[in-house]
């Protein structure tokens, strides 16, 4: 198979080029270590999973391991980390673990600290109006609420600035100097004197700090995959209430002495000192932790840097679409600013925080007013800090373990609900001053969804632009919605704020819609690109992981996620794509293969060879049976098998094993008449479904009307009759089964043929019903006997020419005229297309010649020839023997000449003899095959119960215009089946369902009606599978079968789809309903050519 193109060295910095050069210099890898095995990952360093085995490999798979698409994903070639990239490199849980937790230790600690820093300059205003900062200051309540409003507003206005200055020269620079200065505002803060100057202090400390959070945000990204984001961003906002509480212990001491030498405002100096640290605690990534203040070796060891570049980038490939010293640009903000699957996160975020918001403002205020003092009230601040801690650890670890993340956020709003119902009733003027206190703590300290929600937007984003702008974009609407808040308490509700109050609630009862809307946004988003994503066959799939153009969150693949488990085709899809990475250990070398059978003496592998998406195999000419190549292949191995089944006969068996496509599913077809050789064709055509296919010689090679190979080869009847095909699948099943070693197994395994292919379907389920869980079985030759001896009839019935009772083939055509003219509008509309020949009454004498017509017409002896062909064929004794061919078939193909399918069967396969006279041909030699029953090759068996009790499904369709098969040889094997199994209380319908397709030739092909529906021998061209823009189970009889089996949703009806000149790429020109047997599709009104102008109905 083909092999991985890795690099084997770990690639330097800038030299992408010399990656893949080296890449195509080494040839290509034979094969890439082993991956560690999906399991549940510890969401922080101190979790003990239940199975937790430290020496597990815990390198994941992803697309790096996927040669078809790996190429995309490569990171670019001035990513700082791409020296420590390595797609070959693995580690153990233990190592994992270890870097993880040295990371919380080194990083997410000092981020934590950080904030701290922040929020102990930012929240000492509520300190200062507990100790009566708006009477000194001469400010009302409003102006408090103004100055708020002014700093929320310039909070915002600092968002952006902020963010695109630390993406374009790193958070590790700006985020230290962005301390440094709003300390160094803050500590000024002393000198404020009046209205005016407390709101400009205000409005500066707020533009220093703005972009801060998403700043943090976005430089944990870099350390964290996104699952460990969410939990780590709650320490992080843990950081800002360790800062509240902080502040209320500093601000009790601080107050009692009224500052510092007359100076309150001394914490600025705490918070500049944390900012100038920062500049020896941030290292720039992962890969640059080295420097004077943190050693020359850095943090971490080459082996740390290595696990914690290739962990973070298998995760989220996208992290390595941008260095961290690039710029955002216009395009690429307008980009992340128009990005509508980020808006319900955005909108949510401004108005989630509002229902406790206001009371956190005002509390200071509200328990001054309840009686408290000074100090009093910054002690009774900090018991709901210490338990809003608590609570938002809990609601971010309850998110990641029950993945709900919509659900878990909107928790925040139920916990606030009773306590602010209990304020806006109840007149707190008059209640227990502890009670009020407590009603207000137990509401501030409701769970905060901010780690959730940030982790959220993280996980939605999908690209370092939108990441690092989406966390700007939501803190934005957070201020805005800080502004709102500022302005619900006013002076003239006060003290009860009942107005105020009801105003949160509804508020309240608006975010709860909200979170139910961004939830069915989010459902709907996935639904859609499900839908577009499961119509693509796995080929389809690689070739968009491949050559995309969509980006970020707006691809197919990407799932924007409803749960912490909803991620990209990294995490779903990639899955299965995965495979063919696995598969470069298996390698497709006949070695491999010999292995495989080594301990199976019979079987030798005639080759094994690797085939390039969009290449193309066969056996050419050399292939009488199925010339043509199977092309536009997906990258698969392509196998031939030779198995010895007697002293002096053997079959052959290919196989096509998709290399990163393969469904887990197995996929047998069929051959055609008496011909033998490997379809691979139809192999190719179903690889694109993802099937690993097989089909078999049957052990011998010739034209499908040639049965010369059988002289005196009784051993080969037997392989073409059933042996070698029964023997193929079980051979093929071990061959799957430890090819693809990786997977649990083969899930299911299908079959798919037409004619002779439909024989050896129905054939193998009757001796082993174990070998197949569904069939997919157009026009079965299941009666061998029979109908080559009805060919053989039919042929002699109108020989020699010179007979009177001779049809000429030159009257077909006004022979088949006349019978749609009169059996045409019996479905309701005259189309040219006999829906159901049955219900019929046809009458032959109106081609009988009379004076006015005598050159387009019939004697009354090739009337009675007529008769006969389109009547079932009925011994002297007036015994069946078989069908006719239908109303409306032309018979011409049958009737012109002496087909060989019929004399080649009963010359080598019945007399054995090459004198045998095919002329002198009687029923009497039909019975005599029947004693024979040459190869056991007859499907009679009518008994299909074995079949049922297993679980299997059958679909079987037939043209009605198929001059080859006659269509009622099916509606026969169908009504014998119905008279075997009703006695035992079996409705067929439960796992047998039979379709008509009116105006279908033999297996395919029609003159006007629709026919397609994507069976065995039903080729279009080049890749072509599936009902191009209709890949569902509505339309595709392979689906169908897939999801009746699966998903036990049998189909009542197929649509079936005539392209214009049979090319798809020409459109579709009509479609119709099959319906299931005896139904058959009635017109209603409307436009004919569309399927909802028709419903299945029984027509007598």
């Not at 820093?117 to 001469?138: I, P, S, T």
């Not at 009224?258 to 100096?269: A, D, I, S």
């Amino acid at each position: 198979m083909p092999t991985v193109s890795f690099n084997k060295s770990p690639p330097r910095k800038g030299l992408r080029d010399e990656i893949e050069a080296s890449a195509e210099k080494e040839d290509i890898i034979s094969s890439i270590p082993p991956l560690g095995q999906p399991q549940e990952e510890k969401k922080f360093w101190f979790q003990r999973g239940r199975d937790y085995d430290a020496n597990a490999v815990a390198t994941q798979p992803s697309v790096y391991d996927v040669s078809d698409v790996k190429d995309q994903y490569t990171p670019r070639a001035d990513w700082e980390n791409l020296h420590r990239f390595d797609p070959l490199a693995r580690w153990n849980w233990g190592e994992e673990h270890k870097v993880v937790r040295k990371i919380d230790w080194r990083i997410m600690l000092w981020v934590a600290i950080m904030f701290t820093a922040m929020e102990l300059d930012r929240a000492n205003l509520n300190q200062a109006v507990a100790d009566n900062f708006l009477g000194d200051m001469n400010l009302s309540t409003n102006d408090y609420n103004l100055g708020n409003s002014v700093y929320a507003l310039s909070f915002l206005a600092g968002e952006f600035p902020s963010q695109l200055l630390a993406k374009w020269i790193g958070p590790d620079r700006y985020i230290p100097v962005q301390i440094i200065l709003f300390s160094v505002v803050s500590a000024s803060q002393f000198a404020l004197n009046s209205r005016a100057s407390f709101l400009a202090c205000r409005s500066l400390l707020a533009l220093l700090q703005g972009g801060f959070i998403p700043e943090c945000v976005l430089y944990l990204s870099y350390f964290y995959k996104h699952h460990e984001l969410t939990i780590r961003l709650s320490f992080f906002w843990a950081g800002m209430f360790t800062a509240d509480i902080l502040a209320s212990i500093i601000a009790f001491g601080l107050l009692h002495l009224r500052g510092v030498n007359g100076h309150p405002e001394t914490k600025g100096l705490i918070t500049g000192t944390i900012g100038v640290l920062s500049f020896a605690m941030l290292p720039p990534g992962p890969t640059q932790t080295a420097s004077w203040s943190r050693g020359k070796a850095g943090w971490f060891t080459a082996r740390e840097e290595s696990i914690m570049v290739n962990r973070i980038i298998r995760d989220d490939p996208s992290k390595g679409t941008m260095h961290n010293r690039e710029p955002i640009t216009l395009k690429l903000l307008w980009q992340s600013l128009t990005d509508i699957d980020l808006w319900p996160l955005y909108v949510i975020g401004l108005t989630f925080n509002i229902p406790t918001f206001s009371p956190q403002q005002y509390l200071s205020l509200s328990l001054k007013g309840l009686g408290f003092t000074t100090f009093q009230t910054n002690l009774l601040s900090i018991p709901y800090l210490v338990l809003k801690t608590i609570n938002m650890l809990l609601l971010s670890t309850l998110a990641e373990v029950t993945g709900q993340l919509a659900a878990c956020a909107s928790l925040f709003q139920f916990w606030c609900l009773p306590f602010l119902i209990y304020l806006r009733v109840v007149d707190t003027t008059h209640a227990s001053k502890w009670l009020t206190w407590a009603i207000i703590s137990l509401l501030l300290a409701a769970p905060l969804a901010h780690p959730v929600q940030v982790g959220w937007i993280s996980r939605n984003a999908n690209t370092v632009r939108s990441r690092a702008v989406g966390a700007a974009l939501y803190n934005m609407f957070l201020q805005a919605g800080v502004v709102i808040s500022s302005n619900i308490y006013r002076a003239d509700d006060a003290p009860l704020y009942r107005r105020g109050n009801s105003i949160l609630l509804g508020i309240l009862s608006l975010n709860l819609v909200l979170y139910v809307i961004a939830k069915s946004y989010y459902t709907w988003r996935n639904q859609s690109r499900a839908r577009q994503w499961d119509r693509m066959t796995p080929e389809e799939q690689l070739v968009y992981l491949s050559d995309h153009q969509d980006k970020g969150n707006k691809r197919l693949d990407f799932r924007l996620p409803l749960t912490v488990s909803d991620m990209s085709l990294s995490r779903m899809t990639v899955q299965g794509l995965l495979a063919g990475a696995a598969l470069a250990n298996a390698q497709c070398t006949t070695e491999t293969f010999t292995a495989i059978l080594a301990d199976n003496a019979d079987a030798t592998v005639n080759f094994a060879q690797a085939v390039p998406r969009n290449g193309s195999f066969g056996e050419g000419p050399a292939n009488l049976a199925f010339p043509t190549n199977a092309t536009q292949l997906p990258a698969l191995c392509a196998v031939s098998i030779n198995v010895k089944s007697s002293e002096n006969s053997s079959y052959n068996f290919g196989l096509f094993l998709p290399d990163a496509t393969w469904n887990e599913r197995f996929l047998t077809t069929g051959n055609g008449g008496l011909g033998g050789g490997i379809n691979w064709p139809d192999m190719g055509k179903f690889s694109h479904y993802g099937f690993a296919t097989m089909s078999t010689d049957t052990g011998h090679i010739s034209a499908s009307g040639d049965g010369s190979w059988a002289l005196d080869a009784p051993e080969t009847i037997i392989d073409w009759g059933h042996r070698a095909m029964h023997g193929s699948v079980v051979l093929s099943k071990h061959v799957i089964t430890n090819y693809y070693a990786t997977y649990g197994g083969i899930k299911y395994s299908y079959y798919a043929s037409c004619s002779t292919g439909g024989r050896q379907g129905l054939r193998e389920i009757q001796l082993h019903p174990e070998s197949f869980d569904g069939i997919s079985v157009g026009a079965p030759a299941w009666w061998s006997t029979h109908l080559q001896g009805s060919t053989l009839w039919q042929g002699l019935y109108n020989y020699p020419d010179s007979d009177p009772k001779h049809i000429n083939r030159s009257l077909f055509s006004t022979i088949t005229a006349e019978m749609k003219r009169q059996c045409d509008p019996q479905d309701g509309l005259v189309d040219n297309i006999v829906s159901d020949p049955y219900g019929c009454n046809f009458d032959f004498e109106a081609l009988l010649c009379t004076g006015a017509n005598s050159s387009a017409c019939l004697t009354p002896a090739q009337l009675t020839t007529l008769y006969k062909f389109y009547n079932d064929w009925v011994d002297t004794n007036q015994e069946f023997v078989f069908p006719g061919v239908t109303l409306g078939t032309d018979a011409s193909f049958l009737l012109g000449t002496i087909q060989t399918l019929g004399s080649d069967y009963f010359r080598y396969f019945v007399y054995n003899d090459t004198e045998y006279d095919y002329t002198k041909f009687t029923y009497k030699d039909v019975q005599f095959a029947d004693t024979i029953n040459a190869g056991n090759s007859s499907a009679r068996d009518f008994d299909l119960s074995p079949f049922l009790n297993r679980g299997g499904k059958i679909i079987k369709y037939h043209g009605t215009v198929d001059a080859l098969i006659p269509t009622g040889s099916s509606v026969y094997f169908y009504k014998q089946v119905l008279q075997t199994l009703r006695p035992k209380g079996i409705d067929l319908d439960d796992f047998y369902r039979f379709f008509l397709v009116p105006d279908m030739n033999h297996c395919s092909g029609s003159i006007t009606g629709p026919w397609y529906i994507a069976g065995g021998s039903q080729p279009l061209t080049g890749a072509t599978h599936s009902v191009p823009g209709y890949e569902d189970a509505e339309h595709d009889v392979i689906l169908a079968m897939m999801k009746w089996v699966e998903a036990d949703e049998a189909p009542d009806r197929l649509i079936a789809t005539k392209f214009v000149n049979d090319t798809a790429t020409l459109g579709v020109q009509s479609q119709r309903p099959l319906c299931v047997y005896p139904k058959q599709a009635k017109y209603i009104s409307g436009d004919p050519n569309v399927p909802e102008s028709w419903e299945c109905k029984s027509i007598y």
